[in-house]
């Protein structure tokens, strides 16, 4: 597995991050001992870094992990970098929440559920703009220096609300999503973390499973499934990406490769990206996505790519408040 320095922090990270948005119950129902086997399998490959979050079925997410990676997790601690966030509180009233209390409990509720004593890298799930960035900066500061985390991110920040965040303590790491279908980041976004040096994590690099190959346009999903309300994935602008996705996939094959390991490729090709996150729910999937570091794109190969895409629609996702 390949490896990359995490911006500015000292974490050495694998290109690929396991992702654990799936075993939340907000893709509909999944096994949670075929999703520790695949964290297993992952590990195994020469993954190291796994991303996880307190709101992913409310603590779920975070145990399964760290059931699945229990023996290093006590014995050799620094062997895996544990990635989570916070500051989200979906369904409520304030469903983004960055004050001090509510992030400070945040962070103690995930200590207890993956039974840990720090956390690697703690990220602002979404910006709340009821709360100061600067605050909030200070507020993870406190953390820092209690030894509860170590390194400090944000999630589905834009350019000016990681400035305001800098002027109390740097972002280390941004978490954004990013994929053929998904690309409003390169415009301020990704200038700007080059710029600074911020370890850049994207999620959804497989468009949510658009650019997976494995969908056509009478795919269903379960309703506890966020999916089954997204514009993304239904009518004309799912048949356009989904035609599309087509196209890919004759050009993947013609490389030798899978659409899903060229979409992943063609993000990790992307300067200013550190890392792509991807999930899975059994051994299978995880080994045809850690494939994907082998892809190498030439400029000529992105370049088609672009011609390609160019006739797809540009797509949205979920939030706090609910789903586009």
């Not at 969908?215 to 599309?244: H, I, P, Y």
């Not at 094959?253 to 991807?278: H, P």
Request: glycine content about 8%.
């Amino acid at each position: 597995m390949e490896m990359t320095r995490l911006g500015k922090t000292e974490l050495q990270v694998s290109r690929i991050a396991f992702g654990t948005w799936q075993v939340s119950g907000e893709w509909g129902s999944y096994d949670a001992d075929q999703a520790q086997r695949a964290i297993r399998h992952a590990l195994d490959l020469g993954v190291n870094f796994f991303d996880t979050a307190q709101a992913y079925g409310f603590g779920q997410s975070e145990e399964v992990l760290a059931n699945a990676l229990r023996s290093e997790l006590d014995r050799d601690r620094d062997s895996v970098v544990i990635a989570t966030k916070g500051g989200i509180n979906p369904g409520t009233d304030r469903p983004r929440d960055s004050r001090r209390e509510y992030l400070r409990s945040g962070v103690e509720s995930s200590l207890t559920a993956m039974k840990i004593d720090h956390i690697d890298l703690y990220q602002i799930h979404w910006p709340d703009e009821q709360t100061p960035f600067e605050d909030t900066a200070g507020y993870l500061q406190e953390l820092v220096d209690e030894g509860k985390i170590r390194h400090v991110g944000v999630s589905n920040f834009d350019q000016d609300q990681m400035a305001a965040f800098d002027r109390r303590r740097p972002v280390e790491t941004l978490q954004p999503p990013y994929h053929l279908f998904r690309r409003h980041i390169e415009d301020g976004v990704l200038p700007y973390v080059r710029q600074h040096d911020i370890g850049t994590l994207v999620y959804s690099p497989l468009g949510s499973g658009l650019l997976t190959g494995t969908m056509d346009e009478n795919t269903t999903f379960e309703d506890s499934d966020w999916r089954s309300q997204a514009s993304a994935f239904r009518g004309e602008k799912f048949r356009q990406n989904l035609a599309v996705v087509e196209r890919l996939e004759e050009f993947a094959a013609d490389k030798g490769c899978e659409v899903s390991q060229l979409a992943i490729a063609w993000v990790l090709a992307q300067d200013g990206i550190d890392v792509a996150i991807v999930g899975a729910r059994s051994d299978k999937n995880i080994e045809r996505s850690l494939a994907a570091v082998d892809v190498r794109l030439s400029s000529d190969d992105l370049a088609e790519i672009e011609k390609i895409t160019a006739d797809g629609v540009q797509v949205t996702g979920a939030s706090p408040e609910g789903v586009a």
